[in-house]
Nanobody
Framework: QVQLVESGGGLVQPGGSLRLSCAASGFTFSNYAMGWVRQAPGMEREYVGAISWSGTSKSYADFVKGRFTISRDNAKNTVYLQMNSLKPEDTAVYYC??????????????WGQGTQVTVSS
């Protein structure tokens, strides 16, 4: 069965950095685009970014452009989210998600359990 397991969350000060990882199993990882979404307390889940099956195409929400970078290692079945210049408003649970297509359609069909990111001094 499809499994997505996030790790790397934690508490960081404003301006700091974190790198999230998502280990995938149960499917042919290199056949699918992958994405990250987040959900803050009391808020709707919101799209953060996505990466195509090959890693050659990436997209980001406007609020993370220039600060966050998505990458993937198909040999390790892992997708990453490098987060720099973190702000308190980035505090949320971050979820890894599998896109239903190889290119970024943003139609996610499987989700991980999430990892908490807290940005606070």
């Amino acid at each position: 069965q499809v499994q997505l397991v996030e790790s790397g969350g934690g508490l960081v000060q404003p301006g700091g950095s974190l790198r999230l990882s998502c280990a995938a199993s149960g499917f042919t990882f290199s056949n699918y685009a992958m994405g990250w979404v987040r959900q803050a307390p009391g808020m709707e889940r919101e799209y953060v970014g996505a990466i195509s099956w090959s890693g050659t195409s990436k997209s980001y929400a406007d609020f993370v452009k220039g600060r966050f970078t998505i990458s993937r290692d198909n040999a390790k079945n892992t997708v990453y989210l490098q987060m720099n210049s973190l702000k308190p408003e980035d505090t949320a649970v971050y979820y890894c998600a599998r896109d239903s297509e190889a290119w970024t359609s943003l139609k996610f069909d499987y989700w991980g359990q999430g990892t908490q990111v807290t940005v606070s001094s």
